[in-house]
Nanobody
């Protein structure tokens, strides 16, 4: 089992920045990839960014490329998402997730999920 707790969400004006954190505990050694997903009201959950836990290779959705940065602190078992130049369409609940063998965009490949943190971007 891997436990994930997100934090850092909130209300921000368009153009502003937020940094999300995801603290992981439990069987960390089983984790190969970590990712951020988001779900807006009335929409399906969508991939935001992924990272390989050991090497740090990253992968982004086109909608956030150049604005968001995913990173991890290997020693602290913490995943981050730095979000800059936020837009109202970034408003969603943001979830972190882990996978034993993947860090891409298919949510079915992730087996542990956090509870989510709300991000609201006002226009």
């Amino acid at each position: 089992q891997v436990q994930l707790v997100e934090s850092g969400g909130g209300l921000v004006q368009a153009g502003g920045s937020l940094r999300l954190s995801c603290a992981a505990s439990g069987r960390i050694a089983s984790v190969y990839g970590m990712g951020w997903f988001r779900q807006a009201p009335g929409k399906e959950r969508e991939f935001v960014a992924g990272i390989s836990r050991s090497i740090g290779t990253t992968y982004y959705a086109d909608s956030v490329k150049g604005r968001f940065t995913i990173s991890r602190d290997f020693a602290k078992n913490t995943l981050y998402l730095q979000m800059n130049r936020l837009k109202p369409e970034d408003t969603a609940v943001y979830y972190c997730a882990t996978s034993p063998d993947y860090f891409g965009s298919y949510s079915d490949r992730y087996n542990f999920w956090g509870q989510g943190t709300q991000v609201t971007v006002s226009s």
